[in-house]
């Protein structure tokens, strides 16, 4: 796993990264956490493949437009091995 990979999942891990849905015309996809979504990610190539690996999962609800997203117990067990 690459240095940005692993910064990914430490961001995830830390709460820094919730996934939005789409909802009421705005753009689904990963975001900063924050008011408003805070601003689209610009690797978010990199958090879908790390969810593919299921190293991270985004929760069902949150709220009407965001999800959480968190690190599973693989992804934890990969950071601790970093």
């Not at 996934?19 to 956490?33: D, I, K, N, Q, S």
């Not at 978010?44 to 997203?69: D, N, Q, S, T």
């Amino acid at each position: 796993m690459d240095d940005r990979t692993l910064h990914a999942l430490a961001l995830v891990a830390a709460g820094d990264v919730e996934f939005h849905t789409g909802a009421w015309g705005g753009p689904a996809g990963y975001r900063w956490r924050g008011v408003a979504g805070g601003g689209p990610i610009p690797w978010h190539g990199v958090l879908e493949r790390l969810e593919a690996k299921h190293l991270i999962a985004v929760e069902p609800r949150l709220g009407p437009l965001e999800r959480r997203v968190h690190v599973t117990p693989d992804g934890v067990a990969l950071l601790a091995a970093s």
